[in-house]
């Protein structure tokens, strides 16, 4: 393996674990930045960049050798050192599931740099998005609509699809969804997806154009269905809740992912 692939592979890899670590305090503290959750806030109010990481039990600062990305949470045992109360072991496999997703948009845009860079934020935005949906329900829109920006910004300058096959993408996929939504509520006389979901396959078609939809969908549709009759499997009813969120982000991202794996490996 040539030294530049080492340190470009290295790089992303790397890259996609602080994201990772930025994720661990998107997702928890997002949902009240964005208003989507009410909560007493600390000192100084809700925000992304501060203050300091704390213990979620006893609100004692981490120190900083509690909040290096993995290894931190190896290194205190997976418990707060002051009251002994145990550290979500969501922090750690956020921070692993961005290196592995930094290690995959290396190795797929190995030979596109532009398209490693914004496909590790997209993918991040995919992750961040599924986690949130799958905690509380909701897939907010101060995330996915600057990620469907990007989508269409990229597009400008080819990368990824073309400005048309972005746009195409967004236009069939919302429209696709809304129709759904309204079919479902003039039959059930209740809501079916969410605004949210709308939104997100909106995105995904901004990324994959028109094409990448339908085996995304289908990913999606699948694990979804696999998903909720494990989880779900005494209580499984025709009115289920299922929060479609979490399978969106696996369908979309893994045909965003697989083609350009699947050729850099045949290559």
Known sequence: MHAALVFLLTAST???????SF?????????????LLEGP?????????????????????????AVLPVIGYLLVRGRCRACGVSVPAL???????GAALGLLAGLAF???LPALVIGL??????????VIDARIGYLPDALTLPLIALGLGASAF?????PLQALLGLSIGGGMMLALTGGYRLLRGREGLGGGDVKMVALGGAFLGPFGLPPALLIASLAALIGTLLSQRSRLRGDTAVKFGPYLALGIGAVFLLPSLMTHFAG
């Open 14 to 20: 790397l890259a996609g674990l602080l994201g990772g």
């Open 110 to 112: 190995v030979d596109d």
């Open 158 to 162: 080819g990368v990824f699809v073309s």
């Open 41 to 65: 806030p600390p000192r100084g109010g809700w925000s992304l960049w501060g203050p300091r990481s704390r213990c979620p039990a006893c609100l004692t600062p981490l120190p900083w050798t």
């Open 121 to 130: 934020f997209f993918l991040l935005g995919l992750l961040a998005l599924g």
């Open 91 to 97: 922090y750690p496999l956020l921070e692993a599931a």
């Open 23 to 35: 994720l661990t305090v998107l997702v928890t503290r997002g949902p009240y930045v964005f208003g």
